[in-house]
């Protein structure tokens, strides 16, 4: 069983930037791909980035460039890095732990309670 705590987030202008964070409740890194996921309003939920077991790391096309996902493995904590925030970016944020990297949050076990970003054009 892990334990996800997210924080950070919050409202921001256009250009901006937020980080946020997840900290597990047990060492997680070696046996789990860590990822973020976003959902907005009427939508459904998105993969946003996902950092595998080897340390590698990929990105949604609507964030590749803009953010940037890395963890601490001594700290038990994942961590998101979000820079030229858009309005798009609005969404609630969670962390989420799986046995591997897919794009489905069906496959992922583990979840974060959610964290509010919030970006004002």
């Known amino acids: 069983q892990v334990q996800l705590k997210q924080s950070g987030g919050g409202s921001v202008q256009a250009g901006g930037s937020l980080g946020l964070s997840c900290v597990a409740s047990?060492?997680?890194?070696?046996?789990?791909?860590m990822a973020w996921f976003r959902q907005a309003p009427g939508k459904e939920q998105q993969k946003v980035a996902d950092?595998?077991?080897?340390?590698?790391?990929t990105y949604a096309s609507s964030v590749k460039g803009r953010f940037t996902i890395s963890q601490d493995s001594a700290k038990n904590t994942l961590y998101l890095q979000m820079n030229s925030l858009k309005p798009e970016d609005n969404a609630m944020y969670f962390c989420?732990?799986?046995?591997?990297?897919?794009?489905?949050?069906?496959?992922?076990?583990?979840w974060g309670q959610g964290t509010q970003v919030t970006v004002s054009s």
């Open positions: 950092i595998d077991t080897d340390g590698s790391t």
């Open positions: 047990a060492s997680h890194s070696i046996r789990y791909c």
């Open positions: 989420a732990a799986g046995i591997v990297c897919t794009w489905s949050p069906d496959e992922y076990k583990y």
